[in-house]
């Protein structure tokens, strides 16, 4: 699963979750929620983990990503 493999990437990396608040704007327990598989993560709070580690899209699986549009569009 997705958060599966941005956790391994974490802590590979030895990269702690703050570093995901303070990069991607998601409040701490949104973060927290996301790695434990208790929320879902959306697609701009994919591209915004990809673009705090400096990865490209692919880097993850987007079998798991929430692909519903953001609403603030509509």
Request: hydrophobic share 35%; with cysteine.
């Amino acid at each position: 699963m997705i958060h599966d493999q941005i956790r391994e990437y974490l802590d590979s990396n030895e990269i702690k979750q703050k570093f995901l608040v303070e990069r991607t704007g998601m409040s701490k327990q949104a973060v927290s929620s996301s790695l434990n598989g208790n929320r879902r993560i959306g697609v701009e709070e994919y591209r915004e983990i990809c673009r705090a580690f400096g990865v490209s899209l692919d880097t993850f699986a987007w079998d798991d990503v929430d692909l519903i549009a953001d609403r603030k569009a509509e």
